[in-house]
């Protein structure tokens, strides 16, 4: 079999480009070791290997479907949750006090990472789970945690959230699901309630949902919508199961990918009363949720990733051992064909995926770093960590799933005909990723808030933040002769991507909201790229400290650092000049096109 990934870049980005390592010296991780790490990191592989790949394409060509009144899914869909819960990786960085092991964010997110490339579709069912539990955590009162989440952590019970209607999909503040009180204090609710993944299976014993509801006489608008706990069985007074809530399947989508992944249409209220528990205040809903959606898109942005990188590693394999074709200095018609990795296009798109899915890796692994940062670094540091990841968020979702998506046609291009069809899992890949740039947030939305609110969000002060990190960088690469090229083309990246914002957002208050935001999705990949660009400066120096004293395969895998690097410069980080044109320009030709005209 292939590898999904490669375990010896998530080493290096862990403990060569990060310092997990030294995250044993707070006190939260006190108990922990680099050997711990290694130890869990193993076993997520192993059990992504034994558990997930086993039947990644066995449940995308045998979808959900009812049967006997019940959703069907393929077996080892159950097997591989049973073997995730016995591995303990439900709970695993939550407090020992709830049975967890209090892993880091950043080495959780790499333990995920192998589950995703593995089997992005059954990985939904564990992700969608600790979602839901991490939000508990937050806003949930003790008594609802122990009713709900403690079994969610022991793999007993799943979870997922609830926030779109058929007639409002993006669009929350137009939800029409109600919540009314009852004399115990806990709520009828009633509506629908549309793409909820994970909504209806026979994994665990219950289903946990998190639905957002108005309360009757609530304002208008996000401020009027209440979070609720809402399960698919009720619960007993001892905790048990008990009859059912009256949360009716309504139909299942049938979807282009994540096909093992169950998504419904779900009614609540029908047939008999749904009774939900509201999470904190009434109409804190959304603020709440967006807890749970934000540490949701750093998912989604390695979930992206994921998808590309085990596309890449398939793509590299069969370019390996696929021989056709001489190069064109080769004028012997009786020379035996060379392997089509020795072509120079197949290198530039072998390279152009390299730097999409080990940068988008990068990426995601500092943004969860700095989600330990803000839990658990030194506290005087916190709000500036705070900003920073609020800042990047936006990009670490919507990066990747842009461009694994174009690293996932160059894998398939690389194989030709062969990853056009299902007899290589390419294709499936690229179909899966195919909903990272809509779900939880479109890249129209992440273009909004990264343009319209984190940018200008305490006066700037998030960019200036993340400006400061990569000048410090760009300037300790001035020792390493070899990044000259990846040092020069970034530093002018930056400034023109800089000026270019700063200038449009100067701007603002002439402009108005709707030019201001017509062309936010440029702005995702204006400071995209350089911020990609700048975690391949990171790698590229990690390599060059390493590579004097490296040998044999090391030196091999730090030498494809530094010149994937290089290609990176070369060929990707010119594209911002245009990029920055445009935005600087605040262009009209979006905005004035009319309807009718199409």
Known sequence: MTPFLSRRDLQFQLFEVLDTARLPERPRFAEHSREVYDDVLNLAYNVAEKYFANHAREADLNEPHVEGGKVKLVPAVKE??????????????????????QLPWVVTQAVQANFKAANIASSGYLLLTLGNANLQRVFASPEQKEKYMRPMLEGRWFGTMALSEPHAGSGLADITTTATLREDGTYSIRGTKMWISGGEHELGENIVHLVLARIAGAPAGVKGISLFLVPRYRINEDGSVGESNNVVLAGLNHKMGYRGTTNTLLNFGEGGETIGEIVGEPGRGLAQMFHMMNDARIGVGIGAVMLGYAGYMASLDYARERHQGRLPSSKDPHSPPVAIIEHADVKRMLLRQKCYVEGGLALGLYAASLVDDLNTGPEAEREDVHLLLDLLTPIVKSWPSKYSQEALSDAIQVMGGAGYTRDTPVEMYYRDNRLNPIHEGTEGIQGNDLLGRKLTQANGRGLELLLARMQADLKAAEEHAELNDLRVALGTALEQATTALQNLLGRAAELGPDRLLANSTTALD?????????????????????????????????????????????????????????????????????PEWF
């Open 526 to 594: 204006l400071l995209g790229h350089p911020v990609v660009g700048w975690m391949w400066l990171r790698q590229a120096q990690a390599a060059a400290r390493a590579l004097p004293g490296s040998r044999g395969d090391d030196a091999d895998f730090y030498r494809g650092k530094v010149h994937a690097a290089r290609f990176f410069a070369h060929y990707e980080l010119p594209k911002v000049r245009v990029w920055a044109d445009l935005l600087a320009s605040a262009d009209t030709t979006t905005l004035e096109m009319q």
């Open 80 to 101: 591989a949750m049973e073997a995730t819960r016995d591995a303990g990786f439900f709970s695993a960085h939550h407090d020992e006090e709830w049975g967890g092991l």
